[in-house]
């Protein structure tokens, strides 16, 4: 047996470094997220500081400071490349998939399913994207599943009360260092709402509760204290209110601001098992009033903790749900497994055939826009191999159906995504301009060249000057600052872009198309106005005063 669950979790690990590890050197940090955490960590590296996360040289207080110290860790390792940037997302993400297999053994009892789980998990479109870039969500995702593995662990087996227990607190202490308070508040409430719910709150009688709370705000709290005590009410403002209270009741993003993003983030994410999803959901709320098992209660308290939490605030980013996406992984595995096992072939053929039908379609179409797609897609993996990989899984999965070995046809399904994903990353260098500011920033003097301060569209900042070193000024006539206030100039008014424009003999500008027009339209008589490049969507140029003739 033991061998058996080593060879599983080999298959698993083997699998990780595929999607999660593989080809992240290739593409260089994208904005604004990517480079915002980057250029944070590249600041405290320079500063040899550990405690204070700094950007555009002034501390900044959006985020707690454990992911930049992995951060710092992996530049020290592997220096300040994309590859050392995404790294520790890469390995929680694998860590992820290992604790759901874990989790289900435990909590299903069944090594299939929890295998399933981890399948699911693993091949999920929005869990594999956000495993191979760079925020703070997949580190504090995965500390929140820690967390609640540990507990189960406790509460499934006696022996392992105690530990559960303590680890419990260990792993929500270290999520509250990634993300805030809310790494405490989750995965309380998802025991909580569960122990209730079992009419089982008698666990928390436990010495073990109480040291595990006081090893929770030790782990947790000096940072917190020493910030407050470095910055006083510009910490507790921006981090406590700003960041937190204000995403409540304000939206950061207001195209997101509706009651369906959330569900349709659930069910979009977890392709291409977004149909059995869907019908895994229905069937537990069919059931919820009939028999459950403790596990899926489990699963249930745990759905609808993060879903509330965040349903409820204004703010809404797909990434703040991550930490659901287990659960739902488990769910998912869960209703396939059983209604194979109880020999209810026609669901599960059915949404097998919808599944296979789009990968088919999708490698036909493959191959009919080879033509079109060839330039953006690394040469490192020829898109025939794609388009062949795609068929022949659709292929090799209908005939399994045909002769009802659906188990192994769900299971060959959940490979199909390899060919899919080590092809999504593999973008070549004809596409990165849209995505990165690596490119544009070849044509901008660096700061080991000559001091400047270059012009720029407010989501560039982060990446311009992660590239370039150089200070920055923002573009954005009519604009504001940033959500979370940055320490740079925001030209929001004619009057602060003309005087920022005769500021410096000879601005470079990093901008959209739109504002390039603007300013040749508008300043063209005064100044020299020069492309130096046209790379993706973005105008470099050099901006001169003119010279008297």
């Known amino acids: 047996m033991n061998q058996f669950l080593l060879k599983r979790s080999s298959i698993l690990l083997l699998l990780c470094g595929l999607f999660f590890f593989f080809g992240n050197n290739l593409v260089h940090l994208t904005d604004p997220d990517e480079a915002f955490y980057s250029l944070t960590a590249k600041e405290m590296t320079a500063r040899q500081e550990w405690l204070t996360p700094y950007i555009f040289n002034q501390p900044q207080f959006e985020k707690p400071v454990l992911t930049f110290w992995l ?51 693993c091949t999920s479109a929005f869990y594999l994207a956000m495993g191979k870039t760079v925020f703070t969500d997949m580190i504090f995702a995965v500390l929140v599943l820690y967390a609640l593995l540990s507990f189960y662990l406790g509460f499934h087996n006696p022996a392992y009360k105690r530990l559960g227990i303590l680890s419990f607190y260990f792993f929500a202490a270290l999520a509250v260092l990634t993300k805030g308070p809310l790494g405490f508040l989750i995965p309380v409430l998802i025991v909580v709402g569960f122990l209730l719910y079992r009419r089982q709150l008698s666990f928390l009688v436990d010495p073990g509760v109480v040291v595990g709370f006081f090893l929770c705000l030790l782990i947790a709290v000096p940072w917190y204290w020493y910030m407050i005590a470095q910055y006083g009410q510009a910490f507790i403002r921006e981090f406590f209110y700003n960041d937190h209270w204000r995403r409540v009741i304000e939206a950061e993003h207001r195209g997101n601001d509706h009651w369906f993003f959330y569900p349709l983030t659930m069910i979009g994410g977890l392709f291409p098992w977004s149909l059995f999803l869907a019908a895994a959901v229905v069937d537990l709320y069919k059931r919820l009033k009939g028999a459950m098992k403790p596990f899926e209660h489990f699963l249930l308290s745990w759905m609808l903790v993060v879903f509330v939490i965040f349903q409820l605030a204004h703010s809404k980013l797909a990434s703040y749900i991550l930490p659901m996406f287990p659960a739902l992984a488990l769910l998912t595995a869960n209703f396939v497994d059983e209604r194979i096992e109880q020999l209810r072939y026609g669901m599960i053929k059915k949404l097998s055939y919808v599944l296979i039908g789009f990968l088919t379609i999708l490698g036909i179409a493959s191959v009919a826009a080879y033509k079109a797609y060839k330039p953006y897609v690394s040469s490192m993996i020829p898109a025939y191999w794609l388009s062949a990989s795609l068929l022949s899984i659709s292929g090799i999965s209908l005939t399994l159906l045909f002769k009802d070995k659906i188990r192994q046809a769900v299971a060959l399904l959940s490979f199909c995504l390899v060919p899919v994903f080590l092809t999504a990353f593999m973008i070549s260098s004809d596409l990165e301009p849209y995505i990165s500011m690596y490119e544009p920033c070849l044509y901008v003097p660096s700061a080991a060249m000559h001091k400047t301060t270059i012009l720029v569209a407010k989501a560039y900042a982060r990446g311009v000057h992660y590239y370039t070193d150089q200070d920055v000024a923002v573009m954005d006539l009519g604009g504001q600052n940033y959500f979370s206030p940055h320490p740079i100039p925001i030209l929001n008014t004619k009057e602060k872009l003309l005087e920022f424009l005769h500021s410096q003999p000879q601005i470079f500008a990093i901008l959209k198309k739109s504002y390039y027009q603007y300013l040749t339209k508008n300043y063209a008589d005064h100044f020299d106005i020069d492309v130096l490049k046209i790379a993706g969507v973005n105008y470099i140029l050099k901006i001169e005063p003119r010279k008297p003739s």
């Open 71 to 121: 951060m710092k860790v992996a530049f020290a390792v592997f220096g300040q490349t994309p590859f050392a940037a995404r790294f520790f997302s890469a390995v929680f993400a694998s860590l992820g998939v290992l604790a759901v297999y874990a989790l289900g053994l435990l909590g299903f009892g069944n090594e299939r399913k929890a295998f399933l789980a981890a399948l699911v998990l």
